[in-house]
């Protein structure tokens, strides 16, 4: 019996095509990917004098970007464009959260609460799953004191259903955007990614051709490749930038390198502005926020 090939419909002839139409991103993609590997090399002491869950942190979403990266790239090129929305969407919100983090009163205290949000939202789902049960409950014991959970609800107060919700920031994409002054990149890309998140993309897949026929589009034509890279590309910068300085790698001649990719790219770029620090405190501000929409609450009733 022959061996079925999970492909797309002439899926060589459709990446060639790719290839050759995007051939200088891909190079840029290359050149980009090489430059973020000499960030942290294999072996080398980075992270002095920071906390173990600062650098745990910073590593997972410095590892995570690379891989999300690397599927963006090869779903691109396979013509599989508009479903590489969700990597970018992924790679989206870890720079835009890095960005926080950076720019948060006390980065310590942010990474503690960002890792927190993941073994708080893992303590959720391996609840009944007992593969995981036990990897979960080694890793909460190494990074966390056995009180720490009861502790952290009670300085997050009224607030901790957000947290679970929203993160450390106890805001929505949207607000962390605008708060960030990263909302024309929101709105540029964000409703694009959603649509594919959400299923609300149906046509891109499928078109009424005429009575009682439907075309189905498993090969959409792929349109979205050059944005996807180079959106891919400055995502991939602006986390390296981000862990460059929180964990002052003195990396700064591959930050600039990289930045010179991004400039040289002809398609639309999507990056973050840079910023002067802004030490916000994310607790304080949501409490306020949240007593402000009290107040006015009360003076409507």
Not at 17 to 33: P, Q
Not at 228 to 249: K, M, W
Request: hydrophobic share 45%.
């Amino acid at each position: 019996m022959a061996e079925t090939r999970v492909a797309l419909p002439k899926a060589d002839e459709l990446e060639r095509g790719i290839f050759d139409t995007h051939r200088s991103l891909i190079s840029a993609a290359k050149a980009t990917w090489g430059l973020a590997n000499e960030l942290i090399i294999e072996g080398e002491v980075v992270g002095k004098g920071k906390s173990t869950i600062h650098n745990v942190c910073l590593a997972g979403n410095y590892t995570k970007q690379l891989r999300l990266y690397v599927a963006n790239l090869k779903l691109s090129l396979a013509g599989l464009d508009l479903e590489s929305f969700l990597i970018l969407r992924s790679m989206y919100t870890h720079a835009l959260h890095l960005q926080a983090l950076e720019h948060s009163k006390d980065p310590e205290v942010f990474a503690r609460d960002w890792v927190l949000w993941d073994l708080a939202s893992d303590e959720k789902a391996v609840r009944n799953l007992a593969p995981f049960a036990d990897v979960w409950k080694d890793l909460k014991e190494k990074l966390f004191s056995a009180d720490a959970l009861g502790k952290d609800k009670a300085r997050y107060g009224e607030l901790w259903s957000r947290f679970l919700e929203k993160g450390p920031t106890l805001v929505s994409m949207a607000e962390l955007s605008v708060i960030l002054q990263a909302e024309e990149t929101y709105r540029l890309f964000y409703p694009l990614t959603s649509a594919v998140t959400h299923g609300a993309d149906l046509l891109n897949y499928s078109r009424p051709k005429a009575e009682n026929k439907i075309d189905i589009l498993v090969v959409p034509p792929p349109k979205w490749v050059g944005p996807n890279l180079a959106a891919g590309i400055s995502f991939l910068r602006d986390t390296c930038a981000h862990v460059n300085t929180l964990l002052a790698l003195g990396k700064d001649k591959v930050i600039d390198d990289m930045t010179k990719i991004v400039s040289s790219l002809s398609e639309k770029k999507l990056e973050f502005k840079a910023l002067e620090k802004l030490n916000i405190d994310w607790i304080e501000r949501a409490k306020a926020k949240k007593a402000e929409k009290n107040e006015k609450q009360a003076q409507m009733a």
